[in-house]
C-alpha cells in the first residue's frame, strides 16, 4: 500500500541555519504530495503542495519539489527562524482516489535563538 | 470564517468506559474525516464521510469504534469500550470535496487519555 517515510527528529538548528527535512514515498499511480505544519497548541494546517511531477509547492520560504524519479518531496528553507519550530509531516493522497492522506511519522525541528 | 470545531480538547477515561467525540466542520463542507494519531506517530484515518454516507472505514476498528455524521454536517466518533492503546488525539477534518487537490482544514483535535 501507499505509504510515507520522514527523516527522524529531532532536528535542533540555530536560527538562520538552512534546513532540509527528507521525504520519500511508496504509492501506486500519481499522487499529490503535501507538507503538513503543527505548530505547538495548534491544529495541523498545509504548508505547501504539488500535485504533479517537477512541480514546486511553496509558502511562507519553505519550498518542495515533488521528484518522481527518486520518490522524494523534501521540505527546504534557506533560513529558519525561532518561529518554525514545529512539527513537520509530510504526506500522500494517492491510489484511493478519495483525497485521503497517508502521513509521515512527523519530524521535529526546534530553532534556537 | 470558523474553523473546524472539536470537542471536548481533552477526556481521561478509565479503560472499558465510553467516550464520545464530536465534530462541527467549516459550513459547506461534505467531506469529513476522523484521524487518529498516537503520540510520536503520523496521523491515520480511521473515517471518511462524503456528506452523510461514509466513503472509507477500512482502518476503524469497528468491534469498539463507531461513528456518524448527522445530516451531512456534525459528526460524531464513539469508542466503546476504550483500551490503553486507544489514547491518542483524534483529529477531525474537513474539505469541500474529495479529491486529489483540495486542502483538508483540521481541527484542534481531543487528546484521549485511557487509564
Known amino acids: 500500500g501507499d505509504s510515507v517515510t520522514q527523516m527522524e527528529g529531532p532536528v535542533t538548528l540555530s536560527e538562520e541555519a538552512f534546513l532540509t527535512i527528507n521525504c520519500t514515498y511508496t504509492a501506486t499511480g500519481y499522487p499529490s504530495l503535501f507538507w503538513y505544519v503543527q505548530y505547538p497548541g495548534e491544529g495541523l494546517q498545509l504548508l505547501l503542495k504539488?500535485?504533479?511531477?517537477?512541480d514546486k509547492g511553496s509558502n511562507k520560504g519553505f519550498e518542495a519539489t515533488y521528484r518522481k524519479e527518486t520518490t522524494s518531496f523534501h521540505l527546504e528553507k534557506g533560513s529558519v527562524q525561532v518561529s518554525d519550530s514545529a512539527v513537520y509531516f509530510c504526506?500522500?493522497?494517492?491510489?484511493?482516489?478519495?483525497?485521503?492522506?497517508?502521513f509521515g511519522q512527523g519530524t521535529t525541528l526546534q530553532v534556537k535563538p | 470564517e470558523a474553523g473546524v470545531a472539536q470537542s471536548p480538547r481533552y477526556k481521561i477515561i478509565e479503560k472499558r468506559q465510553s467516550v464520545a467525540f464530536w465534530c462541527n466542520p467549516i459550513s459547506g463542507h461534505a467531506t469529513l474525516y476522523w484521524y487518529q494519531q498516537i503520540l510520536g506517530q503520523g496521523p491515520k484515518l480511521l473515517i471518511q464521510?462524503?456528506?452523510?454516507?461514509?466513503?472509507?472505514d477500512s482502518q476503524l476498528p469497528k468491534d469498539r469504534f463507531s461513528a456518524e455524521r448527522l445530516k451531512g454536517v456534525d459528526s460524531t466518533l464513539k469508542i466503546q469500550p476504550a483500551k490503553l492503546e486507544d489514547s491518542a488525539v483524534y483529529l477531525c477534518?474537513?474539505?469541500?470535496?474529495?479529491?486529489?487537490?483540495?486542502?483538508?482544514?483540521f481541527g484542534p483535535g481531543t487528546r484521549l487519555t485511557v487509564t
Open positions: 477534518a474537513s474539505s469541500p470535496t474529495p479529491g486529489l487537490n483540495y486542502e483538508q482544514y
Open positions: 504526506a500522500l493522497s494517492g491510489s484511493s482516489n478519495t483525497g485521503k492522506l497517508i
Open positions: 464521510f462524503q456528506n452523510n454516507g461514509v466513503v472509507d
Open positions: 504539488a500535485t504533479k511531477a517537477d
